[in-house]
Each structure stands twice: as C-alpha cells, then as structure tokens.
C-alpha cells in the first residue's frame, strides 16, 4: 500500500474549520490564523467545477481571478453584440488597448497573447472584475481573418473555450463553473475575522456599479479611485486627449472643462453610493501607453 497527501479544496478547508470551532476543537480565532488567505480567493470569484478529465491546452498568466466559458470573439463589436442577445464570450487578442475597451466590459473573460500583470488587459480585467489570462506564448491571433492558434490546434471565432484567471490555464470547450457566494462557512469565517482584527478594509474602485459590489463584500470605503480609470470609454477618451496634447496654457485651459465635466457626474455618483464612508481621489496619472492613440 501506499499514501500522498490530497490537496483538499478551499470550500473544504473552511467548512473543515468551522466544524472544529463548533466541536469546540479549535477556538474561532484559532480558526482564523489556520486559514490560509490566500485561497479565498477561489470562493469570491466564478470557479471550474471540476477539471477532472480536462487537460489545459495552454498556460498563460492568471492577472485577473475568476474563470470564465465562452464563444471565442476577436472584435469589441462582436463581444457587444454577444452580449446583447445574453450570451457568453471570450475576447481573444494578441493584446488590449483602449479602443477595446467596451469589449472587455462585455465580454465573459478575456485572453491575450502577450501582457502581464500590469498590462493593459490585466488592470482593465481586475477594474471590470473580468477573468483574464494573459501572455499565453502559444497564442497567436489574426484578427483580420478572425482566427486564432493555440499552439498546433486552429479556432474561429464561435468556438468554445474556458479560462482560469487564478492560475492562467486555458481549456478547450466549455467547462461547468460554480458561483461566488458570500455565506456559510466563509460568512461565518470573515464574521470571526471582523471581530479581532485591527485594520480596516477599503476597496480600489471608479464606478458604482463595482462600488456596490464592493459594498456587498463588506468594503468600508474606497481606498483609492483614480481618475484616471473614468476615461476609458471612447468618448471620455477623446476628452482626455485633447488635455494631455494640448501645446500650451490657454490650449489646456481650454481643454481641461471636458474632464472636469465628467469628473463632476463621477463623484457625485460615488460619494453617493458610498454614502459617508471615506473615499481615497487619486487626481490624473494617466499613463500615456495606455491613452494615446496607436495611429498616426
């Protein structure tokens, strides 16, 4: 006979912990210290049910948790229009730019050959709360004929395909997927946490709509909204051009009402929805790969 250890799931571990709490095994706040934080992660996020007899096809950077099933897309129209009629995708680029942007609001997941932590698409996916795999080495995308490579195997744009934000797999087909939902064991063991603990916990966020969610997380405020996160759109983004190009001071002067415009609707709406609790403003920092045009 033989035995290995098995890695039991995060779901597990915590029902696991309270159990022994309730036997009165563990203390709670020994239950607390025992938990590791860093799996949580899985349960606050969408997750693969099960990869049993699913082998990845390709291993990416996972920038942005969460797993995702969709239709593959290689265009923001063709995510819009998906998502219009109620159904799932996946954006596939060789990387995201700002033009992309309402693409990656509505798409399912998105995955890109190149990029990393920082790179457009992981920060835009982490903001929208999107699942996003990124720097795939194997991937390659042409756009224009609306296909793509994944290391010896060819997709078009209708094909199925699964990816894990958390550890950056990318799987054929669609994959069942399990709900986030802040309860039971988990509940309970951030209602144990809240108890001693010293510090308290604010969120990073520029909409309302992820200043809800963050609320409905338990956030106690906003830890930073940076500004220049509310000027993604292509709209917004024209407005912000025209500042950061302009040649001198009557120019921006002049330039400068368009964002304020906005900025006065932004956080107006999110100081209302955070209702009293502090908010952190980062005033423009707007890094300039990621606002200016890629034309000439």
Known sequence: MSARPMQVTAAADLEAAVDRVNRKVWSAQNAVSRVDPSR????LHPRIRSTEGATPIATGLGVSPGAASGIIVFNP????????????????VNET??????GMKAATGILTARGGMSSH????????GKPCVAGVRTLSVDAAEMVCRIGDREFRSGDRLTIDGSDGSVYLGTLSLAQPHIGGAIGTLLGWSDASRTIAVRTNVETVESANTALSFGAEGIGLARSEH?????ERMVALRRMILSEDEEDRSRAVNGPVDFQTGDYSAL?????????????FDPPLHEFLPRSD
């Open 40 to 43: 949580l992660a899985q349960l």
């Open 77 to 92: 129209e063709d995510a819009a229009r998906l998502r219009a009629r109620g159904k799932h995708c996946i954006l596939v």
């Open 97 to 102: 730019g700002p033009a992309d942007i309402e």
């Open 121 to 128: 698409a992981g920060v835009i996916a982490r903001i929208t």
């Open 230 to 234: 509310m000027f993604f759109s292509p």
């Open 271 to 283: 100081f209302s929805a955070m209702k009293g609790l502090p908010v952190t403003v980062r005033l």
